[in-house]
């Protein structure tokens, strides 16, 4: 294996710091509520706000505020999404059996009672991100689905094409507000806001962070990093196809993460060299370059098992394979948060409409868990319905363990059933 290109290994920020910066904020919103959304919703945002709880009079005026197309390009990719959330939660049944006479074992699905799905309004209006979480929660079957967004300078409020999206998406409460606040009050509620029972969607460090603090507190989805992309790719790949995938990564964020691993030194070489070039036509081309140069990878392997081996370790948020050999690629990579097949396949329509979620796990997480889906919002609780014959049958067992943990309490609340 050789490295082309590598990660710049730059210092990272202060994370005692930014801690202790939101726990204050946490604190703030436990003890002044309503008053400490809307003071930091000035201080963080620069937006002054009498109120942060959107109406439906708002919703419908930022109808107006986006154009036709806009407005159906949501609902085209609202459409997906939610077919997909449907054949997934089709996947999930409740289950009961009868195993031995006398003892009936199964679950339930039960969806959650409330969630909060939060949208980022930073850099760029994220409407995608309003359907994917907010339509997915509420195909689930999530009775109250809160969303939080922070306010846009432009509006005033959340931005428009994210507010129709959360519409469309059927979000029973909208609040305009972002940060760590948003997250704490969802938590701990305050005179506007009640709390909810789990808490899903990106956000910046310091919603990440908030998010870690409560977590016990509230059930969360996953604490995401910075955006990942990992192409594995040989001789057959268009050089093009790459750079511009790669690019439309770099834009996300300066400190997104890109890599090609590929087993020709020729399509890296190009790559290489065209990739500059190519960021610097873009509109977002500071945030693309910086992003490309501080933390962009190109990596020469041997051999496509070296590439496989390679992706598996790095487990990135999405895994793109173009390659003469897909298929026997694709049936041996394990660890990844969504993965893109063929040429034809570029991360971007998995951001956008193809279907599966967006909301994915990065910084080698896809390890061990997976990107925000249907059953994310639906427990599945076990019950047990026992008669007497089947109480019999387990008795002597479930005794015998009892005496062997020394808890005798548990085993007399058998035996005097089978007394009786």
């Given at each position: 294996m050789i490295i082309l290109k590598d990660i710049v290994k730059s210092s990272k920020g202060d994370k005692a710091k930014i801690r202790k910066s939101v726990a204050e904020i946490i604190g703030r919103v436990k003890s002044k509520g309503d008053d400490a959304i809307i003071e930091m919703t000035e201080q963080f945002d620069g937006v002054k706000v009498d109120k942060f709880k959107i109406s439906e009079e708002e919703i419908k005026k930022a109808y107006d505020l986006v154009?036709?197309?806009?407005?159906?390009?949501?609902?085209?990719?609202?459409?997906r999404i939610e077919l997909f959330?449907?054949?997934?939660?089709?996947?999930?049944?409740?289950?009961?059996?009868?195993?031995?006479?006398?003892?009936?074992?199964?679950h339930k699905l039960i969806p959650m009672n409330s969630c909060a799905c939060y949208i980022p309004g930073g850099r760029y209006p994220l409407p995608s991100t309003a359907i994917m979480s907010v339509l997915v929660a509420k195909t689930a079957g999530v009775k109250r689905v809160v969303a939080c967004s922070p306010p846009s300078k432009q509006f005033l409020s959340i931005h428009p094409a994210i507010l129709v999206a959360l519409d469309i998406a059927g979000a029973d409460e909208i609040y305009c507000v972002g940060g760590a606040q948003a997250i704490a009050a969802c938590v701990y509620g305050t005179e506007t806001i009640k709390p909810v029972d789990l808490i899903v969607g990106p956000g910046n460090k310091f919603v990440n962070e908030a998010k870690r603090q409560v977590m016990g507190d509230v059930g969360v989805d996953s604490l995401s990093g910075p955006s990942e992309v990992l192409i594995i790719a040989d001789e057959s790949a268009s050089s093009d196809y790459i750079v511009s995938d790669l690019l439309a990564l770099c834009e996300h964020d300066p400190a997104a993460r890109t890599a090609l691993v590929t087993t020709s030194k020729k399509l890296a070489n190009v790559v290489l060299g065209k990739i500059k070039k190519e960021a610097s036509k873009l509109v977002n081309s500071k945030v693309s370059l910086k992003s490309w140069e501080e933390n962009g990878q190109i990596i020469f392997v041997d051999n496509l098992e070296e590439a496989i081996e390679f992706a598996n370790n790095y487990a990135p948020e999405h895994l793109e394979v173009q390659t003469s050999r897909n298929d026997e690629v694709v049936n041996k990579l394990i660890n990844f948060g969504s993965l893109f097949i063929g040429r034809y396949s570029p991360h971007t329509f998995g951001d956008y409409v193809s279907g599966p979620n967006h909301i994915l796990p990065t910084m080698r997480t896809a390890r061990y868990s997976n990107g925000l889906w249907v059953g994310e919002f639906i427990r599945v609780s076990c019950y047990q319905k026992i008669n007497k014959k089947g109480a019999i049958s387990l008795s002597a067992a479930a005794c015998n363990m009892a005496k062997i943990e020394g808890l005798l309490a548990h085993k007399q609340s058998i035996e005097i059933r089978l007394n009786k």
């Open positions: 154009d036709e197309k806009t407005v159906k390009t949501l609902h085209f990719a609202a459409e959330a449907k054949r997934q939660l089709a996947c999930l049944k409740p289950l009961e059996f009868e195993d031995t006479p006398g003892v009936i074992l199964g």
